[in-house]
Every structure is written in C-alpha cells, then in structure tokens.
C-alpha cells in the first residue's frame, strides 16, 4: 500500500498550495515609494523591525508581521514629527490665510486644503513620500457611480446619497476660503481646489486618520479636532476579530499600538477601525468584511407592513405606537436569526383585536398567546424569504451589469460582496427560524 502523501502526486499537490499561498501576499517593501518612505520616515526618528507593506489577495494593500507578534506588545509608535494635524497645518504657510478667515474653517477642512495644496506641490512638498503612497482613488459610497449606488440595499442607497450631499455642500461652502489662498498660486485656485481635488482629500480623512483629540485653537471651529494622519501605521487594514490599544503617548510624544491579540510571522497584522457593521465599512471605508460578526440586514417596517396576512384596522395605531417606543428602527436579522426587537415589532403587530391592550406587555417582552407567537414566528419567515429573493435579485442584476459595464466592474464587485454577505446573513437566519418549527 501507498504511504500517504508520500507520492509524486502528493508532493506536486504541497508544491501546488505552497506557491498558492505565497501568491496570497507579495511584498511591495522593495517599492521606490516604500523605500522614499522609510528614508523620510527614518529623518524622523521612526524605524520599524515587526511590520512591511504587503500585498494581500484578501484585503489588498496592508502590513505583513516580519516575526510573530505576542499580545501586550508594543507594535509601532510613530514619533509626533511624522503626524500629519491641525497643528501642522496652522504652522505651515496656510497659518496666515487659516487665522485671517471669518469665520473660522473646521479642522476637517484646514486638513482637506492642506492635502489638496501639498499633492498640487508635487517634488516641492515634503509630504510627498508619504502622498505618493496615498491611494489616488477611493471607494467609500461618495465616490461610487449613481448607476452602481442605485444597487445598494435601500437604507444604505439613503445614507449614500446623504453622505454625496454633505460632501458636495461642504465643497461648496469652502469655495470662499479657498478663493482667498489665490496668491498662494500661480494658476486659478479653482483649478487647484476643485471637487475631485477636494473628494480625494476628503475620503483621505475619512478613510485613514487616527483618532487624536486636540486643544481647540481660536483660529478653528469648534468642531471636533480629532485627526491625525500617520504614515505608514496607515496601512493596517481592519479585522472586526482583533483587539489593539492605539493611542497617542503623551510621555513618548509618539502614537502607539499595541495588539492585545497574537499575531503569527508572515500574516497580516489588523488592527479593529470600531465595530462597524458591513454598511458602515462600506460608507465610510470603501470596503466589505467578509464573515464580520457585526453585520445584520436591516428590515424597513414598511415592508414589514406589506407582508402582513391581513387587513388590520388597528395597523396604523399599531405603527404610531412602534414609531413612539423606537421600534421602527434598527429591526434586524442577524448571524443569530431576527432580532429581539424585530420579532418584537412583528408580535406587536401581529396583536389580535382582542389582544390589542396588552401592546405594553408585548415591548416588555411578554408572551401574550400561543397565536401571537405562532403568527409572528411564520411572519419572520416569509420576511426572510422575501429578503432572500431580494437578494438574490439584486445578485443577478450585478451580474449582469458586470457582463455590460467593463469599466464600473469593481465597485460592482464591492456591491456584490455586501449582497453575498447579506445573502448568507439571511440564509442562516432562515435555517434557524426552520429549526425553531
Ligand atoms: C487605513 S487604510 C489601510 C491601508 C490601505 N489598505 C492602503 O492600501 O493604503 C483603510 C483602507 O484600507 C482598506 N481596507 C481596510 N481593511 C480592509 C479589509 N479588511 N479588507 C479590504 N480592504 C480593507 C479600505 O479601502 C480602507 O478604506
């Protein structure tokens, strides 16, 4: 008999999944902008021995752990110096115009225009290692084609074109102040300063900076202060799974990480951006995490109202009182099956005339019948399987428009990964509720 996995089939088959995995990560340390930045980044007193940019097939640009890294310990702490604040800007040659302004920029827009004015520099900035490794587009829902938003699920597609509005409005708002750096320049300011100028720099902030709480400064809104861009500890992409402790060391003057999970030599390091749920990601940071624990399909309760067996002469007073106790909102399937509060929802609306007064008992959490549980547990599953085919809908209508769109293919794919996740979210959710028969 054939020993196992001592044959030539066996060996070309390690082979095979060695080369696999190694594709899986490239290192991109070699770079001439990863090189531009370490020396610019070496001038500051900053050297790293743990961590190297990285190529992940999974979760894209991030940073390998050069050895294993155990809980505790500190991973990176990246001198003051190499921080990118309001404290840098108002120092730097935009201070004058900044402090001469009525009434005074947000902290968020002092960052966006020294952004937009120091890419503009090029060679003459000296943030330039650090720009030329900033992405030059983003995928956050603001940047996204209005054909591919129109694809999102509907409380997100909401939020989507908000977040386009606000960006737009504060765009336009600041066209004042950016008019009076004209002397700044040699050509118009509006060529300098203009939407897309001001979209990258946006979405660089709200992609990338660090939390760090600043003094207000007289010559800033009170708006919060609280960005920071750090070179390079920048790259850590976000695992919903990790725990790390990350904040600025004022004994140190650095800003520290320190990982309070186990990291093996040769995987990626994650850090945790907050426990968002896949919409959020996707708004604010342009991607999907697959399997993320904090991910639910949110159920409008309008549509809870279109499946209802029915007619209901108390539905509407129903709906007020759902609307009045903040049931309307938040009404979820999760990796657990539906939410307490959307089986809530669907026990109170599902009260039969003569169970009506017992509606506060039903939010307490009460079982009010045998019926009215039997009724609302078969309601949760028709929902969920209308949700199914919602998904699956929207699923094939993204296929098809990847086969029609060459050029929208990724954020189709983005799209596509949100729909999946749904899909699995509501599948899981439908075998639960078929165990609970
Ligand atoms: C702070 S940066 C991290 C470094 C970034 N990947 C880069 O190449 O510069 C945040 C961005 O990284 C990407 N990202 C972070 N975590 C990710 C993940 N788990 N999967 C895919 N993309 C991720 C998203 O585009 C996000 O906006």
């Known amino acids: 008999m054939k020993k196992k996995g001592r044959g030539r089939t066996s060996r070309q088959r390690r082979r095979k999944s060695l080369r696999t995995s190694e594709l899986s990560k490239v290192s991109e340390s070699h770079k ?8 610019w980044l070496k001038e500051r007193k900053f050297e790293d021995h743990n961590l190297r940019p990285t190529r992940f ?19 990176i702490s990246l001198p003051e110096k190499c921080l990118l604040t309001t404290d840098t800007v108002i120092k730097s040659y935009l201070g004058d115009y900044i402090t001469k302004w009525t009434p005074p920029i947000s902290p968020l827009l002092a960052l966006c225009a020294f952004l937009i004015s120091e890419k503009h520099a090029g060679n003459k900035s000296p943030w330039k ?3 030329d490794v900033l992405p030059e587009t983003y995928t956050c829902l603001v940047c996204l084609d209005p054909q591919v938003v129109r694809l999102l699920p509907n409380p997100l597609k909401t939020e989507a074109q908000e977040q386009r509005t606000h960006v737009q409005e504060l765009f336009d708002s600041s066209r004042g102040f950016f008019s009076s750096l004209q002397s700044l320049f040699t050509e118009p300011v509006e060529h300098v300063f203009h939407y897309n100028a001001f979209l990258w720099a946006w979405c660089t902030i709200n992609t990338r900076t660090v939390y760090m709480k600043h003094a207000r400064k007289e010559c800033l809104s009170a708006e919060p202060d609280v960005y920071a861009l750090a070179p390079y ?7 919903p799974g990790v725990q790390v402790k990350a904040a600025f060391n004022e ?9 309070a999970s186990h990291c093996k030599k040769y995987e990626e390091l994650f850090i945790c951006y907050g426990p968002h749920d896949n919409h959020r990601l996707l708004l604010e940071y342009g991607f999907v995490a697959i399997n993320n624990p ?8 309008d549509n809870l109202i279109d499946h209802l067996p029915s007619v209901d002469t108390q539905m509407n007073k129903k709906i007020s009182l759902l609307k009045e106790h903040g049931f309307s909102e938040n009404l979820t399937f999760g990796w657990d099956g539906p939410s307490w509060r959307l089986l809530t929802a669907l026990k109170l609306l599902c009260l039969g005339a003569d169970e009506f007064t017992c509606w506060k008992k039903v939010l307490l959490g009460e079982v009010i019948s045998n019926t009215n549980e039997w009724k609302s547990f078969v309601w949760s599953r028709k929902i969920c399987s209308y949700y199914i085919e919602d998904a699956k809908t929207a699923l094939q209508k993204i296929s ?18 949100l729909w999946v996740e749904e899909l699995k979210l509501l599948q899981g959710s439908a075998d639960i509720l078929r165990w609970q028969n």
């Open 251 to 259: 004994e140190t003057h650095c800003y520290e990480i320190r990982t």
């Open 233 to 239: 500890l920048d790259l850590l992409n976000h695992s």
């Open 57 to 75: 097939s999974g979760t894209g640009r991030g940073l390998m752990a050069v050895k294993s890294l155990q809980p505790g310990e500190l991973i």
């Open 294 to 301: 904090h991910s639910a399909v949110y159920i409008s309760i």
């Open 32 to 39: 001439s902008e990863f090189i531009e930045l370490r020396k």
């Open 400 to 417: 098809h428009m990847k086969d029609e769109e060459a050029a929208l293919k990724d954020q189709l794919t983005l799209v596509e990964n």
């Open 129 to 131: 290692p650090y720009l």
